[in-house]
């Protein structure tokens, strides 16, 4: 099957690559360390989460849809972005979070309200709550005559996975030559469209997910069966197992700040003047050197950290609700 070509245009692309000699220097990588800047994709503050969002709100005007339904976390960097794309496109949004309503409000779920989204909340503090509540909302929008269209947490499906096959592509217009690509592995639909369009390219990426959620082991299916079902839907060779390379970035746990990762965010500050999250990126680019290994010794070799946003997270003030 061909890769679908309707995109609902929400990013600036290409986003920008930049050299990062003094963040190198500060990470003991003796070769060429660049930073790919998806935090700039120009589209509200959704980050990375752009890139998905255009196949998905795409195939969600193709169907009709009038609602968008998804969730996750308060601090959901996806859902905020989610409602700031369907209020441009003129959909309702309704956002389902894990747990009871909570006080303070992290500011993803006041960005989210200021776009317009509606929320529930499951009253469960686990995160797989949201899966049956977002099926049971979508029930309730149908019976009421509305025409929901459900994202997953994360909007990680392998239809969404293609904003980042494209992202491969993207990136190979931009650097020469063969890369490590190290960036933070959630959901798993960022890591798996990358993994796709790199073996699209003859592999020209070696794709590295820094796991934050889940403990590699467990993500690393998952991850797998995203990045096949994107090379499907864009017509393009099968990834196999071996292309899915994982490592575990957790620290104390999934949205709990790690030590290497506030280490490696005020590295990044100070070398770069970029804004890291405690989440996600700070623990990706914290993981960078285990990643690399013997190899951050190698002065030929092109490393690339893939930025992937959370500016609201990180102003949060490494606390993640």
């Known amino acids: 099957m061909a890769m679908t070509r309707s995109r609902h245009n929400l990013a600036t692309l290409p986003t920008p690559v930049q050299q990062a000699p003094r963040l190198a220097e500060a990470l003991g990588v003796a070769g060429r360390l ?4 998806d935090d700039l994709t120009g589209f509200a503050v959704a980050g990375n989460k752009a890139r998905p969002l255009e196949y998905l709100l795409a195939e969600a005007l193709g169907r009709g849809a009038d609602v968008l339904v998804t969730g996750g976390t308060p601090g959901s960097n996806f859902c905020q972005a989610a409602a700031a794309a369907a209020a441009g496109a003129g959909m309702e949004c309704v956002l389902i979070y894990a747990g009871p309503a909570q006080r303070p409000q992290h500011p993803n779920h006041l960005a989210a309200r200021a776009w317009g989204a509606r929320v529930e909340w499951t009253g469960d503090p686990d995160r797989s709550s949201v899966d049956t509540a977002l099926t049971d909302a979508a029930a309730e929008l149908t019976a009421a005559g509305r025409r929901p269209y459900v994202a997953p947490r994360g909007g990680s499906t392998a239809r969404g996975a293609l904003g980042f096959h494209q992202a491969a592509a993207e990136l190979a217009t931009q650097v020469d030559g063969p890369a490590t690509v190290v960036l ?3 959901s798993g639909g960022t890591t798996a469209g990358l993994i796709a369009g790199s073996v699209a390219l003859g592999r020209r990426f070696e794709i590295h997910g820094a796991s934050v959620s889940r403990a590699p082991e467990q993500a690393r299916g998952r991850v797998l069966e995203l990045a096949r079902g994107c090379a499907e839907l864009a017509g393009t060779a099968p990834p196999e197992a071996a292309d899915v390379r994982l490592v575990d970035a957790r620290g104390p746990g999934h949205a709990q700040p790690s030590t ?3 280490h490696a965010a005020q590295v990044a500050l100070t070398t770069m003047g970029i804004v890291l999250d405690p989440v996600y990126t700070a623990k990706a680019l914290g993981a960078l050197p285990a990643v690399l290994g013997e190899q951050i010794r190698d002065p030929r ?13 990180a102003v949060a003030g490494w606390e993640h609700a």
């Open 34 to 37: 660049l930073v790919k800047r």
């Open 184 to 186: 933070a592995t959630g």
């Open 260 to 262: 290497l990762g506030a």
């Open 301 to 313: 070799l092109t490393t690339i950290f893939w930025h992937t946003g959370g500016l609201l997270d």
